[in-house]
Each structure stands twice: as structure tokens, then as C-alpha cells.
């Protein structure tokens, strides 16, 4: 077996540092091992060290440009924010190999993450043949342009793929009249999870005997939202417990319960779903009721990872200020994490960490949130969190949608009000109209 081979092996065990070695092997008798320097990158590439992927695909694409290693450079170049660049070199990919089905699934995904959805299909329909990686992908469009049936069914092929984990594989999956006990079990970020939970109502109507599995955040809030089921914490344990007790049946995702539910535009009622705790609303009004100004807005300025689009779906706080300029409302953070030295307090904003950190139960932040008059934020958490309680909502929408804000409101959510191509001036009137008209 050969050093590259024996790389491939290693790294598919989990063995990083055994397949950088035997990579590293591959290279010191063949400086221009192409495949080696490809691997390479692709493992800087994974550990977010995008600089190095670049440099080492670069190489490697020197020795052999091929569909493969130009690949490689523009998965380097999408790490690096430089995502008109990545589809140049993409295009020149497919033009080596237009069979090559990684090329066109990464470019289809740069034009979805950019909201250029027809490009982005025209990309996902080159190849001929019906491949999973692609069809999969192909529900982004699908859903935001409100094809829901096609797009669930899509969408529904990610399940176990990337951060879509699949849990309880040796129950067969539910469907509605299934008999016994069912888990309903949590899949992707905070967000994700809220805004498909407003299914769980829908199925529970279907099923004999409920289990809710979620993070631990979200025990809390879902035993006291969905009073008929079992909620348990345990998403991230592997052999929880209960299951001895619960002896369940069948199982389903989360997010796959909108293609049963959510089939059509009519189907989603859009009314609140979640219920805040009664003794920690009574805290947070506490807290908020010695501010001197009647009205109280939440906001949040960040959202999403490195790799969700951090920087597409945040604003400066100082530039979110000017929108504020001259509104009679107390401000509140939402964010649950901030960076070390940075002082929303210095701006006017009122900061309560041991409500909002990230590693707090989820309660806290939803107690707040329903003592609100008005949330206002860029796309991220608690504006599924804010639509599931009903807290009036402006989202403040950059060029680059996700499927989720295809239109000027979001469907999940009757309270959430879409603001597309936002101005600080803009953002006020609007605000103003909300909270004065809610007097």
C-alpha cells in the first residue's frame, strides 16, 4: 500500500496526525505528489485553516490541474470569503471535466450561500445522472422558491450528511399512524431546531406516544411548550438512559417533519408555539422595569459560524445605532456571546450575560425575549426564537437571503416582519410604527 493510500486510510479511521505523517512520507520522495498535497489541503481545509489549503491545493493543482486538485483551490478560496473567485476557478473545473460532480455541487452551493438561486440551479442540473450529493443540495432552491414538495423531499437526503446528524438508526422511521412510542429527536443549530419545532404540535396529533430528544438548552422551554410528549436533554449523549424505560418505536428528525406538515404555503399556521417561564419572566421584568424608557427592544448584530456566513449575516453595531437615533425605547443585547473588551454598554446598550451567554439554559434568553416590545436583528437564533413566542420581529436582511426569508415575511412566523434593503432611516420609521402602533 502506498504512503497516500495508507494517508486515506488513516484519515478516514480519525487518525489525523497518522495521515498527515504518511502524506508528509508520500511528498519526501515526490515533492510533486499531487495527490498528497491535495489530501493535504483538504485536511487543513476541514481544520479550518484555510490559508494553508489554499497554498497546498494551489501546489498541488501546479503539478496536475485537474477537476480534482482546482476543486480544492476554490473549497480554500469559499474558507477565505473569496467566493467569485472560487467560481472562477470552478468554472475552469468543469470545463477540464464536466463529469466531475464535486466541482458542480460546490459551485451550485457558493451561488446558494450568495442568493443567486438560478445560477445556483443551473449549476446543480448539469449533471445527467440523479446524484445524491447533488440533489440534496438542490432543496435550497427548491424551498426558497416555495416548491415545497420537491424541496422537502430533497431536503430530507441531508439527514446523517455534514451537521445533520441521524440519531437511533435501529428504529425504523415514523410515519403518521405508526404505532407505539416515537422519538422526535433534534438535528442542526439552536435555530434550525425551534423553527421546525413548530411541526411537533402537528405530529403529535399522529402519534401514540411522543418523546421529544433535544440539546439540554431546550429541555426546559419544549416540556412546558409541548405538555403532551416527554422532553429529554439528551441529544448529544450516545445510549441515553430512558430508552430502556420508553422502549420506543420509531423515530424521526425534526426537520424532517415539515415534509409531512409543511407541503404547501396554506399550511404554515404562523402562530406561536413556545411558552416562556412564568418565574423567570417575572425576574426579567423585574430587571427591565426601573429603565426609564417605557419601551424595550432586544437586538442582535451577529450571526452564523465562519462557515454559515458569518460575515453575510451581521452589521457593525455602530451602524446599527444610527437606526436607533432618536427612538424613545431602552435597548437591550441579545447576543449570546461577545467578543473580549468589546462594550455594547459604551453605545447604549444594556447588557445581561448571565441571561444571554450561549452556555446557559435557553430559558433565560426566552424569558427576556417575551418581555420585549420589539426584537430587531440580522438572521440568526432568536428570531426563531422571537417568532415562536409571538415578540413582534424586524429582521434585517442583507443582499444574500436564505431560503428561510424568500419573501417579505417569514412563513413560520405571523410576528416576523422582513426588512430587504435595510437603511438605518428606513429601520427607524419602521420601528416607530411598530411600537407606536401597538399603543
Known amino acids: 500500500m502506498s504512503f497516500v493510500d495508507r494517508g486515506v486510510a488513516a484519515y478516514k479511521a480519525g487518525d489525523t496526525p497518522e495521515a498527515i505523517a504518511c502524506f508528509d512520507a508520500a511528498l519526501a520522495g515526490d515533492v510533486g505528489n499531487w495527490e498528497a498535497l491535495t489530501h493535504l489541503a483538504s485536511i487543513r481545509h476541514d481544520h479550518q485553516q484555510f490559508g494553508q489549503a489554499y497554498a497546498l491545493a494551489t501546489q498541488a493543482a501546479r503539478y496536475n490541474p485537474s477537476a480534482e486538485t482546482l476543486n480544492e483551490v476554490a473549497r480554500a478560496l469559499v474558507g477565505m470569503q473569496e467566493h467569485e473567485t ?9 470545463e477540464i471535466d464536466p463529469t466531475h460532480v464535486p466541482t458542480v455541487n460546490n459551485a451550485g452551493m457558493i451561488c446558494v450561500g450568495l442568493a443567486r438561486y438560478d445560477e445556483a440551479w443551473n449549476w446543480l442540473t448539469k449533471p445527467q445522472t440523479l446524484e445524491p450529493d447533488i440533489e440534496r443540495n438542490k432543496a435550497f432552491v427548491h424551498l426558497y422558491r416555495q416548491e415545497w414538495d420537491e424541496g422537502w423531499r430533497c431536503y430530507d437526503l441531508g439527514v446523517g450528511k455534514g451537521d445533520r446528524v441521524e440519531r437511533h438508526k435501529y428504529l425504523p422511521q415514523w410515519h403518521p399512524g405508526a404505532p407505539g412510542p416515537t422519538i422526535i429527536y433534534g438535528e442542526q443549530g439552536i435555530g434550525d431546531e425551534i423553527q ?3 411541526c411537533i404540535w402537528d405530529a403529535m396529533g399522529d402519534m401514540e406516544s411522543p418523546i ?3 440539546m439540554p438548552r431546550l429541555a426546559g422551554l419544549f416540556s412546558r411548550s409541548f405538555p403532551g410528549a416527554k422532553v429529554y436533554g439528551t441529544r448529544y449523549e450516545d445510549v441515553p438512559r430512558w430508552l430502556i424505560d420508553e422502549q420506543p418505536k420509531n423515530r424521526i428528525s425534526v426537520a424532517q417533519l415539515p415534509g409531512i406538515y409543511r407541503k ?7 402562530t406561536p408555539y413556545l411558552k416562556a417561564c412564568s418565574g423567570r419572566r417575572a425576574m426579567v421584568k423585574g430587571l427591565l422595569s426601573p429603565m426609564p424608557r417605557k419601551k424595550k427592544i432586544g437586538i442582535a448584530w451577529s450571526g452564523g459560524l465562519p462557515h454559515t456566513g458569518r460575515d453575510d449575516r451581521s452589521v457593525e453595531l455602530d451602524d446599527l445605532m444610527m437606526a436607533f437615533a432618536h427612538i424613545d425605547a431602552e435597548f437591550i443585547s441579545l447576543e449570546h456571546t461577545l467578543a473580549e473588551g468589546y462594550s455594547p454598554e459604551e453605545r447604549g446598550v444594556h447588557v445581561f450575560p448571565y441571561i444571554t451567554d450561549r452556555n446557559l439554559d435557553y430559558d433565560y434568553t426566552t424569558s427576556l425575549v417575551s418581555e420585549l416590545d420589539l426584537v430587531v436583528s440580522v438572521p440568526t437564533a432568536v428570531v426563531h426564537l422571537a417568532g415562536a413566542l409571538g415578540t413582534p420581529t424586524l429582521v434585517l436582511l442583507n443582499s444574500r437571503p436564505q431560503w428561510r426569508c424568500g419573501g417579505p415575511s417569514m412563513l413560520w412566523y405571523r410576528s416576523v416582519e422582513v426588512l430587504r434593503d435595510w437603511t438605518p432611516e428606513s429601520v427607524r420609521d419602521r420601528i416607530n410604527e411598530v411600537i407606536h402602533g401597538a399603543e
Open 264 to 270: 404547501t404555503t396554506e399550511s404554515f399556521p404562523g
Open 196 to 198: 421546525f419545532a413548530s
Open 86 to 94: 472560487a467560481l472562477e476557478v470552478l468554472t475552469k473545473a468543469h
Open 212 to 214: 421529544i430528544e433535544t
